[in-house]
């Protein structure tokens, strides 16, 4: 398989770019690609590259240059346009969110702090979280073939999220294990749509009333009561085998 990288630049007709420091490091360290090995090259603008090494610096080095050639417009993005809105999990599951959200198709992931989410992010802490988590995104799309890389967005407490979806013209889902329809039951949706998921505690009485008050509609998956950094991942990969691109 050739390798793919992300390039968070414009990518043009017969140019001559260096790799991001990260994906040269790889490139030389990891993959051990020497000077002719063919790399593919998106900029998150729809389309890629076929590309050559054309120049790269010993194992210690981290600069690589490439020359594009011929441009593919290939698109694996999915019909639906899907926001997933993640209650905050603790540790490291985040990463694993925004991961297997990104392969399984997502448009976009909104961070939202609950009551009972047990990790607190501001400042300088949060934008580097929201940084990494962008840099997942990316290495996923690398990994899985989309050439456009979905936004994970600075965190939002649960009323200044609602407050922002107010007006949007968009399908909007709460996972609830306890009320709700079916997932399959509900008919295909024409706009886009949002699925807000909760922490590990679940939502409080109080959020779950705010959100349906913001026209968030309750949805179930099963019986089964599904881990925080599970429920995103299935209810996604539920939408798209019943109305998307599985």
Not at 149 to 169: F, I
Request: one cysteine or more; glycine letters at 10%.
């Amino acid at each position: 398989m050739i390798p793919r990288f992300h390039c968070p630049f414009p990518l043009a007709p017969g140019a001559q770019v260096d790799l991001p420091e990260a994906a040269a490091h790889h490139a030389i360290r990891v993959l051990r690609l020497k000077e002719g090995a063919p790399l593919i090259l998106f900029d998150g603008r729809g389309g890629e590259w076929q590309a050559t090494i054309v120049g790269a610096g010993g194992t210690a080095s981290r600069m690589m240059r490439v020359a594009l050639q011929s441009f593919d417009a290939t698109d694996r993005e999915s019909p639906l346009q899907i926001t997933l809105a993640q209650g905050l999990p603790s540790g490291d599951k985040m990463d694993w969110v925004v991961e297997k959200s990104v392969e399984l198709g997502v448009a976009a992931i909104q961070p939202v702090a609950a009551k009972r989410s047990v990790i607190r992010l501001s400042g300088e802490r949060m934008d580097r979280r929201i940084t990494h988590w962008n840099n997942i995104a990316s290495a996923a799309c690398e990994q899985c073939g989309r050439n456009q890389v979905p936004v994970v967005a600075p965190v939002l407490d649960l009323p200044r999220y609602l407050a922002q979806t107010k007006g949007q013209n968009t399908l909007r889902l709460l996972l609830s294990p306890d009320t709700g329809i079916a997932l399959h039951e509900l008919a295909k949706p024409s706009t886009p749509l949002v699925t807000l998921i909760g922490p590990e505690g679940g939502w409080e009485e109080g959020e779950m009333l705010a959100a349906q008050a913001a026209g968030f509609q309750p949805i179930r998956l099963g019986p089964r009561i599904l881990r925080t950094e599970t429920a995103g991942a299935a209810v996604l990969a539920a939408m798209q085998a019943i109305w998307g691109d599985f």
